[in-house]
């Protein structure tokens, strides 16, 4: 069992990242009557930069704990509360410090009774809002389903929202409604079934973005979030589906593209291509110990071919999956026996306020497995709370770290269990507008051996006031 206390964040899953917010699942659950005779809240964290968000609700001194580090596109279950009217609502989060503080205090909200109430944080961090809606399902027929559509994307433009049977095209869907930005809108009852989403930009048919087989075949309420999504996408939306689980199930533009870029760790000049069919890719001239710039190609799945400079073939093999919207990194290295390998990953492109993902690698051909330690000034390893533990060869381990200036450590723990330092940096200043991947290798031209390639993604590219 990996030990990572590398910041609470570390919920980031490769194998969810870009296909769900929280879990996964369909939200098949049949909750038609749930909402009678209770009154109950569900929060939702639609800030895009945002840190893991706590909520409570106070009312005549009884406070209500809702949810506890709510991250981007995710949304809490449905809790039920004792007392209905007015609640003044306290959201915190991380400060610039890497501390928790109120960010929202004493804000006021109108929970009814006997409704499902939402309550929604938007907007750019640490400058958010709250909004509040609520409905029911009282009066929800058999075979049918209530849909409803949010819509928190940043400086959204609103959009016409089309909605058809799955698989029989946007010539058969039908337009339901255009989002109203900042709001959500209850747009009515419809036959359970398998849809696809259509967003197209207001008063015409050009479709901006497609989500395919959305399963809404329970009778429930279905709410469809707009939000803001990073990556190579053209339009920046992509749209969550709630239920009244904490299980937010994700959908990036069907047809949207994707991005690479390879990190070189081996002693020599390489040029790349992926190959799927009759789309090909290449990046050439990828300098020793340096990584290239991310290119945008179609999502696909890619074998990878790699070339010396002498055009003769080092490596085939490993395929590159890329899906809609995602960014992936490949490293280049020697495995143990020496010969050339890829490993790939995905990275984050998403900007955080005061703080920054990570990725880890350990790509050592002589150390099975090594511990990492993000060290303040006046910091040890023995007293930084920031670490990865026990990070296995050709392991990727993933997290966040408040911003701030750090020296890194790597160390191994030998045969007597003593610890013994195999990499320590310089202060290295991690600001939110880059996040990085961070590979470990052996260099014999340094001090201990190994260094560090320090892969860093500028995130400021992606704009979330556009």
């Known amino acids: 069992m990996l030990k990572n206390n590398l910041y609470p964040a570390l919920a980031l899953s490769f194998a969810t990242a870009m296909l769900t917010a929280c879990g996964g699942g369909g939200g098949n659950n049949n909750e038609k009557s749930d909402d009678v005779n ?27 704990h809702i949810a506890s580090f709510i991250t981007f596109g995710d949304a809490s279950g449905l809790t039920q509360v004792s007392k209905n009217g007015t609640h003044e609502v306290t959201v915190s989060g991380i400060d610039a410090n890497g501390d928790r503080e109120d960010i929202l205090k004493d804000v006021e909200v109108t929970i009814r009774s006997d409704q499902r109430n939402i309550v929604f944080t938007y907007g750019i961090y640490p400058e958010i809002a709250l909004a509040e809606f609520d409905f029911n399902l009282n009066d929800l027929f058999d075979d049918t389903m209530r849909f409803l559509v949010a819509d928190f994307k940043v400086n959204s433009p609103g959009y016409d929202v089309y909605v058809g049977i799955a698989d029989e095209g946007f010539s058969a869907a039908e337009l339901w409604t255009t989002s109203v ?61 709630m239920t009244s689980s904490s299980t937010v199930v994700s959908y990036e533009d069907a047809f949207g593209a994707a991005q690479y870029r390879f990190m070189n760790l081996i002693d020599q000049t390489v040029n790349s291509e992926l190959v799927s069919g009759d789309d090909t890719y290449t990046q050439e001239d990828i300098a020793p110990y340096s990584s290239s710039p991310y290119d945008v190609v179609n999502y696909n799945d890619y074998k990878i071919f790699l070339n010396d400079e002498n055009d003769q073939e080092i490596y085939r093999g490993v395929v590159m999956s890329l899906p809609q919207n995602a960014t992936m990194g490949a490293a280049i290295y020697h495995d143990k026996e020496g010969a050339v390998k890829v490993l790939t990953f995905p990275e984050s492109v998403r900007q955080l306020t005061y703080q920054v993902d990570i990725n880890f690698v350990n790509l050592t051909t002589d150390i099975d497995q090594v511990d990492v330690y993000f060290v303040e000034e006046g910091k040890t390893i023995d007293t930084t709370p920031y670490t990865f533990q026990s990070v296995d060869f050709e392991e990727v381990e993933t997290g966040n770290l408040p911003t701030n200036n750090y020296r890194v450590n790597v160390v191994i723990e030998t045969e007597d269990h003593t610890l013994e330092m195999v990499y320590q940096s310089e202060m290295f200043d991690f600001q939110d507008n880059f996040n990085y991947t961070m590979l470990l290798y052996n260099d014999p031209d340094t001090p201990f051996g190994y260094n560090v390639m320090f892969a860093g993604a500028d995130v400021s590219v992606n704009r979330l006031n556009q």
């Open 38 to 64: 209770e009154t109950r809240i569900q929060v939702y964290n639609a800030s895009p930069n945002s840190t893991g968000l706590t909520y409570e609700f106070e009312k005549n001194n009884e406070t209500t």
């Open 181 to 241: 930005p900042g709001s959500m809108i209850e747009v009515g009852d419809f036959e359970t079934d398998t849809y696809d989403i259509y967003l197209t930009n207001t008063g015409t048919t050009d479709i901006v973005f497609t989500a395919e087989d959305v399963n809404m075949e329970s009778e429930t309420g279905y709410i469809i979030v707009l939000r803001d999504t990073f990556g190579p996408s053209n339009s920046g939306v992509a749209i969550d589906k």
